[in-house]
């Protein structure tokens, strides 16, 4: 984050969108969750790198920025690994309808967010260990069927 306000940090690169386009993805990110409580609203200072912020407010900032111009395709990388849960289950739920017809690469180590996808690619040590629909790659995982390189004997 930048110094400035949130709704000057959700709109930084686009400043020609309008406030509709600022709520709608503030709304799904959660940011408005926390701009409640706050008398700033919008105006509310981030301070530089986002430092009058939480973890997981700073989080919710970024991804209501990404999905502010409304992308066909999100990368997100590891979004919610500050959030609460509450946090986290809000923003899946919200997210859920705004995905549909979308492509979503999700990089991630909470198994709650794979609610979000429907395919798993598994890396470990940089190595694709298995690919697929996620419901078989996770059977997979559970059943002890995917070998990684840490659980190959062979491995380097």
Not at 67 to 89: C, F
Not at 110 to 137: F, H, Y
Request: avoid cysteine.
């Amino acid at each position: 984050l930048f110094y400035g306000s949130i709704r000057e940090n959700i709109a930084l690169g686009a400043p020609y969108v309008d406030a509709q386009a600022v709520l709608r993805a503030a709304n799904i990110a959660g940011v408005t969750d926390f701009l409640r409580s706050h008398p700033s609203g919008f105006d509310w200072p981030v301070g530089e790198r986002g430092m009058n912020l939480s973890g997981g407010q700073r989080q919710a900032i970024t991804i209501a920025r990404a999905l502010l111009l409304d992308p066909q395709i999100l990368i997100l990388d590891e979004p919610t690994s500050a959030m609460d849960n509450n946090a986290e289950s809000t923003l899946r739920k919200r997210l859920k309808p705004v995905l549909e017809d979308r492509t979503l690469i999700l990089f991630t180590h909470r198994t709650s967010m794979l609610q979000l996808v429907d395919r798993l690619v598994v890396m470990e040590a940089g190595k694709i260990v298995a690919d697929g629909p996620k419901v078989d790659i996770l059977k997979a995982l559970k059943d002890g069927k995917v070998k990684t390189p840490s659980r190959d004997s062979g491995a380097n």
